[in-house]
Nanobody, 122 residues
């Protein structure tokens, strides 16, 4: 299983970016995005379960970020809008088969991409 994240970059506050995670190998129930800001722990951002039919978000990105999945291409996306400086982090995609109560926990995922840096300037 390989996950390849891309799409990060430098953007001004209020701008948009789209992250892409290309997956190969077997499919999983949940594909998620996590992020890690400097000096902070990795945190859950969003997850798409059951071929993308169920979506979950952390409160701080609801209404601004959209997670989606192209099952034919085995690719995960994160559309990020109205970006804020506090969104600055390395973003990681992950895949696994967590139970619903654990889908926000990084420990529930065994497969990770390499991370892509998102920097939002004020």
């Amino acid at each position: 299983v390989q996950l390849q994240a891309s799409g990060g970059g430098l953007v001004q506050a209020g701008g948009s970016l789209r992250l892409t995670c290309a997956a190969s190998g077997r499919t999983f129930r949940s594909y998620a995005w996590f992020r890690q800001a400097p000096g902070k722990e990795r945190e859950f951002v969003a997850a798409a379960l059951d071929r993308g039919s169920r979506r979950y978000y952390t409160d701080s990105v609801k209404g601004r970020f959209i997670i989606s999945r192209d099952n034919a291409k085995n690719t995960l996306y994160l559309e990020m809008n109205s970006l804020k400086p506090e969104d600055t982090a390395v973003y990681f995609c992950a895949a696994g088969d967590p139970i619903i109560s654990s889908l926000r926990a990084s420990e529930a995922y065994n497969n990770w991409g390499q991370g892509t840096l998102v920097t939002v300037s004020s």
